[in-house]
């Protein structure tokens, strides 16, 4: 348990500094937002149901530039692999910086929902809204964190990234999606628990396999 | 309208030629990358 | 020491012999699908795609599933042979699973009159389609042996684990807002060149694969060959 909050304390100082990853993963973000407030009707129908994709669009593409460079110290120094050898466990690893991960994505995400907010105009309620962004940063943040490990070594990593995290990303942004218009715009069939409950498969399935296979994963 | 499609052979033909291409295809790479591979194996000169 | 209990078709059968054997059941399946199987009652003559979709579509989802089954094997038993496998067998997957998805949208033109649908079959290959073709990608990256078939195999079991994800969640999506269509009972009369090409595949890709992880594994074991020595030309030559 020390170990584990010494890896968390380790990989929180890493994030603070890395300013650069949050104001990339914003700054992307804020522009797709941009472009799709442009690209389309300006009636508050058609901009809700705009800003709701766009949002989470801009979150997952701004993630990738986030998370590509999130073992970045640990690749140059070569610090994941002496902490390994001095006796950390792998999995511990993995879930300490999957854990700060999703703290970082969270970020990112409250700083893009004022940007939405202005541009958009509706959204879920506070409560809602940090609900399924909490689930959505929570399931995107273990694959993410996975696949960054595997593709860390490769200097094409920050367009393999993409490419592998898309499709398995696709059913989290579909109910992110589903899940955010229904919060917006009233959820009359009760069909938002079904969507929530998938998100939560989704985030456990990948907790669990992902923490297990990342052992596999480095060397 | 009865429901029924009417024609359609250009459909049908676009498949099945884009379909013999692929197929043709791979397998005369998977072919090709085989041949290119055998010298690799037995002659290794010292 | 050959194990008894592997007796299968495609081990025992000569590559070549295979791919011989599955192009010419190919070549007759479809002709007879073309030219001598009768019409169908809804989709008349355009429903002959079915003869050569279907067959792709069976073989193109298996050899992703026999991907998966590679890189568990690998994990468990850590021998790169599987790795040569699980190359070989997702690349033939991702080309029948892309040509699946183009055949899937000519035939939904004249069918649905739209070129795509958020099918969840179609959305699921299309899907998949590029996570293995990504995989493949990343493999080009990694040169080591082990460590590329390590990441692959991890990368694989991951992949195929959100299948059922997407297929789910876009069923769900999909039944909010559109009539799910399915396809008619297959009717005794087409049948047999469905079979015929169904077979035809399976053992034209089965001798596919079995070349293609010769020759990967011909490579692998190449490039990590030490380079031979060679006597220098000259005496006295400083090493």
């Given at each position: 348990?020390?170990?584990?909050?010494?890896?968390?304390?380790?990989?929180?100082?890493?994030?603070?500094?890395?300013?650069?990853?949050?104001?990339?993963?914003?700054?992307?973000?804020?522009?797709?937002?941009?472009?799709?407030?442009?690209?389309?009707?300006?009636?508050?129908?058609?901009?809700?149901?705009?800003?709701?994709?766009?949002?989470?669009?801009?979150?997952?593409?701004?993630?990738?530039?986030?998370?590509?460079?999130?073992?970045?110290?640990?690749?140059?120094?070569?610090?994941?692999?002496?902490?390994i050898l001095l006796g950390a466990s792998p999995t511990a690893?993995?879930?300490?910086?999957?854990?700060?991960?999703?703290?970082?994505?969270?970020?990112?995400?409250?700083?893009?929902?004022?940007?939405?907010?202005?541009?958009?105009?509706?959204?879920?309620?506070?409560?809602?809204?940090?609900?399924?962004?909490?689930?959505?940063?929570?399931?995107?943040?273990?694959?993410?964190?996975?696949?960054?490990?595997?593709?860390?070594?490769?200097?094409?990593?920050?367009?393999?990234?993409?490419?592998?995290?898309?499709?398995?990303?696709?059913?989290?942004?579909?109910?992110?999606?589903?899940?955010?218009?229904?919060?917006?715009?009233?959820?009359?069939?009760?069909?938002?628990?079904?969507?929530?409950?998938?998100?939560?498969?989704?985030?456990?399935?990948?907790?669990?396999?992902?923490?297990?296979?990342?052992?596999?994963?480095?060397? | 309208?009865?429901?029924?499609?009417?024609?359609?052979?250009?459909?049908?033909?676009?498949?099945?030629?884009?379909?013999?291409?692929?197929?043709?295809?791979?397998?005369?790479?998977?072919?090709?990358?085989?041949?290119?591979?055998?010298?690799?194996?037995?002659?290794?000169?010292? | 020491?050959?194990?008894?209990?592997?007796?299968?078709?495609?081990?025992?059968?000569?590559?070549?012999?295979?791919?011989?054997?599955?192009?010419?059941?190919?070549?007759?399946?479809?002709?007879?699908?073309?030219?001598?199987?009768?019409?169908?009652?809804?989709?008349?003559?355009?429903?002959?795609?079915?003869?050569?979709?279907?067959?792709?579509?069976?073989?193109?989802?298996?050899?992703?599933?026999?991907?998966?089954?590679?890189?568990?094997?690998?994990?468990?038993?850590?021998?790169?042979?599987?790795?040569?496998?699980?190359?070989?067998?997702?690349?033939?997957?991702?080309?029948?699973?892309?040509?699946?998805?183009?055949?899937?949208?000519?035939?939904?033109?004249p069918t649905w009159g739209v070129w795509w649908n958020w099918?969840?079959?179609?959305?699921?290959?299309?899907?998949?389609?590029?996570?293995?073709?990504?995989?493949?990608?990343?493999?080009?990256?990694?040169?080591?042996?082990?460590?590329?078939?390590?990441?692959?195999?991890?990368?694989?079991?991951?992949?195929?684990?959100?299948?059922?994800?997407?297929?789910?969640?876009?069923?769900?999506?999909?039944?909010?807002?559109?009539?799910?269509?399915?396809?008619?009972?297959?009717?005794?009369?087409?049948?047999?060149?469905?079979?015929?090409?169904?077979?035809?595949?399976?053992?034209?890709?089965?001798?596919?694969?079995?070349?293609?992880?010769?020759?990967?594994?011909?490579?692998?074991?190449?490039?990590?060959?030490?380079?031979?020595?060679?006597?220098?030309?000259?005496?006295?030559?400083?090493?």
């Amino acid at each position: 348990m020390i170990a584990f909050r010494a890896l968390i304390l380790k990989d929180l100082r890493i994030l603070a500094r890395r300013r650069g990853g949050f104001l990339s993963a914003f700054a992307l973000g804020a522009i797709i937002m941009l472009m799709s407030s442009l690209s389309g009707e300006a009636t508050p129908q058609s901009l809700g149901q705009r800003g709701a994709a766009a949002f989470w669009m801009g979150l997952f593409l701004g993630s990738t530039l986030f998370l590509s460079d999130s073992f970045e110290t640990e690749q140059k120094e070569g610090g994941q692999r002496a902490l390994i050898l001095l006796g950390a466990s792998p999995t511990a690893f993995f879930y300490s910086k999957a854990l700060v991960n999703f703290f970082g994505l969270f970020v990112v995400g409250l700083l893009l929902t004022p940007i939405s907010a202005a541009l958009f105009g509706v959204g879920p309620s506070l409560g809602g809204g940090a609900l399924i962004l909490a689930l959505g940063t929570l399931s995107l943040a273990a694959p993410g964190t996975l696949f960054t490990a595997i593709v860390s070594e490769s200097d094409k990593r920050h367009l393999l990234l993409p490419v592998m995290m898309f499709p398995l990303v696709v059913p989290v942004l579909i109910t992110v999606v589903q899940s955010t218009l229904l919060l917006t715009f009233g959820d009359p069939m009760g069909q938002g628990v079904a969507w929530h409950a998938i998100l939560l498969i989704f985030a456990m399935l990948h907790w669990l396999l992902d923490g297990a296979l990342y052992s596999k994963a480095v060397d | 309208m009865n429901g029924v499609i009417e024609g359609g052979w250009e459909y049908v033909i676009a498949v099945y030629v884009l379909s013999a291409l692929v197929y043709a295809l791979y397998t005369y790479s998977v072919l090709k990358r085989d041949k290119a591979s055998r010298p690799l194996s037995g002659e290794k000169k010292s | 020491m050959d194990d008894p209990g592997l007796v299968l078709l495609g081990e025992r059968m000569k590559p070549r012999t295979l791919v011989n054997v599955g192009g010419t059941l190919l070549i007759a399946g479809s002709f007879w699908g073309l030219l001598f199987a009768p019409a169908e009652v809804f989709m008349g003559e355009v429903y002959r795609i079915f003869y050569i979709h279907v067959p792709t579509a069976w073989n193109g989802l298996l050899l992703l599933t026999a991907a998966f089954v590679c890189a568990v094997m690998y994990l468990l038993k850590g021998d790169l042979l599987w790795d040569d496998r699980l190359e070989a067998s997702m690349e033939a997957g991702v080309v029948l699973s892309a040509l699946l998805t183009i055949q899937g949208s000519i035939w939904a033109r004249p069918t649905w009159g739209v070129w795509w649908n958020w099918d969840p079959r179609l959305t699921t290959t299309a899907i998949l389609v590029f996570a293995f073709a990504g995989i493949l990608a990343l493999r080009q990256s990694l040169k080591e042996p082990r460590r590329r078939a390590m990441v692959s195999a991890v990368a694989t079991i991951v992949a195929a684990a959100d299948v059922p994800l997407v297929y789910f969640s876009v069923r769900f999506w999909n039944s909010l807002h559109q009539i799910q269509s399915s396809p008619a009972t297959v009717s005794a009369a087409f049948v047999w060149p469905l079979r015929v090409n169904a077979i035809a595949v399976l053992l034209l890709m089965a001798g596919l694969i079995q070349m293609r992880a010769e020759t990967i594994a011909r490579l692998r074991e190449a490039g990590s060959a030490p380079p031979p020595i060679d006597v220098p030309e000259t005496e006295g030559a400083a090493r």
